[in-house]
C-alpha cells in the first residue's frame, strides 16, 4: 500500500490483469494531496487499459500520454462499454433528417421539432408521414398533422420512437400500428467495412447508372435494382430489389456494391439503410455487412374506417 492510501478507500474494486485492452474507469488516489473535506484528494480517469503488472496498470485516455498508476492507490473501477462511434453518437433525429435525401422530390415542413413530409410522386410511408421523434413544442401539433395530411394524403402517419411520449400521444387518439407491420430498424455501418466484406461482389459487368446530382439508380438488366442518396458524408440506400426468378445469384450484393461505391467516391464515410425487425433474412445479410441498428422506429395511423 503506498504511503498516503488510507485502508478505508483501497482494493474496492474488480479490477485486474483481465481488464487489459478494455475501456475503464479508475478512481484514485493522489499521493500527498488533500480532498475539500480535509481526507484524501480522488481523480477519475477513463481510457484503455494497456498493463496490469507489477503493482500497478497503465491507462491510456483518448488525449495525452498513458497514465502509470499504483494498483494499491486505485479506490474503485470497472469495464465500461466502448465508446460508441461518431456515427452512432447522432440523435435519431439527425440521423433520419440525413435520410430525407433518398426523397429528391419531397416536401418538407416543420412543425416545431417535428418534420411534416410529403412527396408528390410516391406512397412510400418515409415520404409521406410526419417524423416525429421527440418533443414537437407546438401546443396543436396534433391537429396541425391531421391537418397537413387531409389534402394530401387522406390519411395521416406518424413516425415515433417506439414506446415514446409521442407514441404515447397518438395511441391517446386512438391512432394504431399502420398496416401491423413490426418496427423498422435504422441501421448504420462504416463505409470502409461494408466496402471490404463486399468484395468480390461485383459484377463482371458494371451495372447501369443512372445518376440524378445526389441521387443515383443502379440496374443489372431487368433482374436487379437499387437506389441511393448522398448527403453529409452519408450514403443511404433504399428499394433493393431483385426479381424473384434471380434471387439467389448474388444480384442484391453486387447492386449494393455499386451503390456503396458511388457513395465513397463522393466522400461518404458512414453507410445506412431501414430494414423492417420481423425481416429476419435481410438482417442476417446486413448484419454480415457490418450494420447494426441505430434505433428503432414504428409508423402509427388512425386505423381505417373500411
Avoid at 416543420?110 to 421527440?134: E, I
Avoid at 401491423?180 to 447501369?208: H, K, N
Avoid at 438482417?283 to 402509427?300: I, K, S, V
Wanted: neutral net charge.
Amino acid at each position: 500500500m503506498s504511503e498516503s492510501a488510507d485502508p478505508q478507500y483501497v482494493n474496492q474494486h474488480g479490477l485486474g490483469p483481465h481488464v487489459v485492452g478494455q475501456r475503464v474507469v479508475v478512481r484514485r488516489i493522489l499521493r500527498g494531496e488533500t480532498g475539500p473535506t480535509g481526507g484524501p484528494a480522488f481523480t477519475d480517469l477513463l481510457g484503455v487499459c494497456t498493463a496490469w503488472s507489477d503493482g500497478s496498470c497503465v491507462v491510456q485516455p483518448v488525449d495525452g500520454p498513458p497514465v502509470v498508476i499504483a494498483t494499491a492507490d486505485i479506490v474503485s473501477g470497472k469495464p465500461v462499454p466502448p465508446r460508441p462511434s461518431t456515427r452512432h453518437r447522432v440523435s435519431p433525429q439527425g440521423a433520419q433528417l440525413r435520410a430525407l435525401a433518398l426523397w429528391p422530390d419531397l416536401d418538407t415542413e416543420p412543425l416545431g421539432d417535428w418534420v411534416l413530409r410529403h412527396s408528390p410522386t410516391s406512397t412510400a410511408r418515409r415520404a409521406n408521414s410526419v417524423l416525429a421523434l421527440g418533443p414537437s413544442g407546438v401546443t396543436d401539433a396534433y391537429d396541425r398533422v391531421v391537418d397537413f395530411y387531409a389534402p394530401r394524403t387522406g390519411r395521416p402517419i406518424a413516425a415515433v420512437l417506439p414506446d415514446s411520449d409521442e407514441d404515447a400521444m397518438f395511441r391517446g387518439h386512438g391512432w394504431v400500428a399502420e398496416s401491423g407491420d413490426a418496427d423498422t430498424l435504422f441501421q448504420l455501418a462504416s463505409v470502409a467495412q461494408v466496402a471490404r466484406r463486399l468484395r468480390g461482389s461485383r459484377q463482371a459487368r458494371p451495372p447501369v447508372l443512372d445518376e440524378q446530382g445526389d441521387l443515383v439508380t443502379v440496374r443489372i438488366g431487368e433482374r436487379a435494382s437499387g437506389v441511393a442518396a448522398y448527403a453529409d458524408d452519408w450514403v443511404g440506400f433504399r428499394g433493393i430489389h431483385v426479381d424473384p426468378a434471380h434471387r439467389r445469384q448474388g444480384l442484391a450484393l453486387a447492386v449494393m456494391a455499386a451503390l456503396l461505391d458511388w457513395g465513397a467516391e463522393r466522400g461518404a464515410t458512414t453507410a445506412y439503410l431501414q430494414v423492417l425487425g420481423d425481416n429476419a433474412p435481410a438482417l442476417a445479410l446486413y448484419e454480415r455487412l457490418g450494420f447494426t441498428t441505430h434505433h428503432p422506429y414504428r409508423y402509427l395511423a388512425p386505423p381505417r374506417s373500411d
